[in-house]
T-cell receptor, first 114, second 111 residues
Framework: SQTIHQWPATLVQPVGSPLSLECTVE??????LYWYRQAAGRGLQLLFY??????ISSEVPQNLSASRPQDRQFILSSKKLLLSDSGFYLC?????????????FGPGTRLTVT | GEDVEQSLFLSVREGDSSVINCTYT??????LYWYKQEPGAGLQLLTY?????DMKQDQRLTVLLNKKDKHLSLRIADTQTGDSAIYFC???????????FGSGTRLQVQP
């Protein structure tokens, strides 16, 4: 069966510091991968998605970047964090070839920028 | 662009039925989904419905789809305190990579 992992679970970082959040998927190959951000009490905002190694699409201009160095690894990064980067970051995967294209989510990383 | 809207809050008593509503704008939507998010956790897929269906039932969950009005609902029968969570509606269409999510409805179940 497929599983998706995210770490760390929680993170407190000062403004201006770098960021690296990692997401890995097991039990599937060539998944579509997604990064979402959920601000407190809000819905989900799609940040990045990837359909393959090295292929990243950005949905919104921002202070963050994403990379996919391996088929089942997705990394969210920042060189200098802003206060507005605080939130709950969720990674998700979906099968690219099989409808109904549902996405499966990791447990999330709660980031607080101080 | 695509838009999905939900009411923000719903409160029910334990044992009652809950109905969570959602509207969407994309007429080319192919699948519609309901996710559940418990505090501090990721989203859990509850169920989905194909756009050519008007109803789907799965144990205590019933999904109703009115494609003409672009209205989706999730009915939870015999609501329990463990059903307290945020429920997200989402939709997808052919050719679009990601789902479009609503802002979520917080369901509070009172004992």
């Amino acid at each position: 069966s497929q599983t998706i992992h995210q770490w760390p679970a929680t993170l407190v970082q000062p403004v201006g510091s770098p960021l690296s959040l990692e997401c890995t998927v097991e039990g599937t190959s060539n998944p579509n991968l997604y990064w979402y951000r959920q601000a407190a009490g809000r819905g989900l905002q799609l940040l990045f998605y990837s359909v393959g190694i090295g292929q990243i699409s950005s949905e919104v201009p921002q202070n963050l970047s994403a990379s996919r160095p391996q088929d089942r690894q997705f990394i969210l990064s920042s060189k200098k964090l802003l206060l507005s980067d605080s939130g709950f970051y969720l990674c998700a995967w979906s099968s690219p070839a099989r409808a109904p294209y549902e996405q499966y989510f990791g447990p999330g990383t709660r980031l607080t920028v101080t | 662009g695509e838009d999905v809207e939900q009411s923000l809050f719903l409160s029910v008593r334990e044992g009652d039925s809950s109905v969570i509503n959602c509207t969407y704008t994309d007429s080319s939507s192919t699948y519609l989904y309901w996710y559940k998010q418990e505090p501090g956790a990721g989203l859990q897929l509850l169920t989905y419905i194909f756009s050519n269906m008007d109803m789907k039932q799965d144990q205590r969950l019933t999904v109703l789809l009115n494609k003409k009005d672009k209205h989706l609902s999730l009915r939870i029968a015999d609501t329990q305190t463990g059903d307290s969570a945020i429920y997200f509606c989402a939709e997808s269409s052919a050719g679009r990579r990601a789902l479009t999510f609503g802002s979520g409805t917080r369901l509070q179940v009172q004992p």
